[in-house]
């Protein structure tokens, strides 16, 4: 099963503010995913990310929000005006090539004051 | 899109019986369904998938049964323990699609 982890665990920051959260996957993987849940509230898609690229995003994710891979392996989650609503525990998961399953990583929970 | 329904919100059940959570999806195409355990400050871990070319699975005290025309599957927990309490989530990719719209969860109590 892959390993992914997340930094920070949990994110403290002010409205307005940027934050950037990362995303390790242990093994190699093509397939990246973003999705976030509000608290007490079901897992929600942000955005998909495939060979460097996004191959699908809901409506969650507008302008505010961008993705990249800048070194290769870590793959990041930038937040460039947060609001209070963007509060939420935010998982990163992984999919292998050739399987249906994601494998979510432990999540970074982030409040915004 | 696909709209998926899970049924209870919560269950509570004793040590040793038996917990069921039902799913209900829309979309005929999909055809891999997965559930997912996803205990306090933690994220979902997938517990067991099936795909539409079977009716049933089973690993040790759990079940996943799928009825492809009524558009429903079901987790089966058997002898429940105090360590199976967690909140459990199902989740459908649409057809074509590896993207999975997620039910809104079930909150699963063991009492010992």
């Known amino acids: 099963e892959p390993e992914v982890t997340q930094t920070p665990s949990h994110q403290v920051t002010q409205m307005g503010q940027e934050v950037i959260l990362r995303c390790v996957p242990i093994?190699?993987?093509?397939?990246f995913y973003w999705y976030r849940q509000i608290l007490g509230q079901k897992v929600e898609f942000l955005v998909s990310?495939?060979?460097?690229?996004?191959?699908?995003k809901s409506e969650i994710f507008d302008d505010q929000f961008s993705v990249e891979r800048p070194d290769g392996s870590n793959f990041t989650l930038k937040i460039r005006s947060t609001k209070l609503e963007d509060s939420a525990m935010y998982f990163c998961a992984v999919k292998p090539p050739g399987a249906d399953t994601q494998y979510f990583g432990p999540g970074t929970r982030l409040t915004v004051l | 899109g696909e709209n998926v329904e899970q049924h209870p919100s919560t269950l509570s059940v004793q040590e040793g019986d038996s917990a069921v959570i039902k799913c209900t999806y829309s979309d005929s195409a999909s055809n891999y369904f997965p559930w997912y355990k996803q205990e306090l400050g933690k994220g979902p871990q997938l517990i067991i998938d099936i795909r539409s070319n079977v009716g049933e699975k089973k690993d040790q005290r759990i079940a996943v049964t799928l009825n492809k025309t009524a558009k429903h599957f079901s987790l089966h927990i058997t002898e429940t323990q105090p360590e199976d309490s967690a909140v459990y989530f199902c989740a459908v990719p649409s057809g074509g699609s590896y993207i999975p719209t997620f039910g809104r969860g079930t909150s699963l109590i063991v009492h010992p």
């Open positions: 093994s190699n993987h093509l397939y």
């Open positions: 990310f495939y060979n460097n690229e996004i191959s699908e």
